[in-house]
């Protein structure tokens, strides 16, 4: 019983199996909460000091989003620690996302707003 045992904590916390410290856990929940109060703070300097051309929000806005999915993803989503081939595939994957947006943009810039009245009301 006592090799059973030792098998089953050997095989949840293998050699090369690499973990993320709970002080490390700590660190991220702390640079999201700074980041999450960026976020406010940036919509409120928008809406109640002064105005920031259309383009500078949503460049600030899509900065700091992006800061705090990378760390989710490599933090709690343990991309950090992962084999090399899932880092591979999580990077495609934003890759893939990047062209996503550049499309829908391309898309939306390309049909000239604001939209042109028709004969529909």
């Keep these: 019983m006592a ?10 916390h293998g ?7 709970r002080g490390t856990y700590y660190r991220v929940f702390g640079a999201l909460m700074v980041l999450m109060v960026l976020t406010v703070a940036a919509w409120w300097v928008e809406k109640n000091l002064f105005h920031i051309p259309g383009w500078l929000a949503v460049t600030i806005a899509m900065s700091i989003a992006i800061a705090k999915t990378v760390l989710i993803v490599l933090y709690f989503m343990h991309v950090k ?5 899932s ?35």
């Design 15 to 21: 050699a090369g199996h690499a973990h993320i410290s």
């Design 87 to 121: 880092q591979v595939y999580a990077a495609g994957a934003f890759v893939w996302l990047i062209i996503l947006f550049v499309i829908t943009m391309g898309d939306y810039v390309a049909r000239g707003w604001p939209p042109q009245g028709g004969p529909l009301p």
């Design 3 to 12: 090799e059973r045992h030792e098998h089953q904590h050997a095989h949840h």
């Design 81 to 85: 620690v992962s084999s090399r081939i």
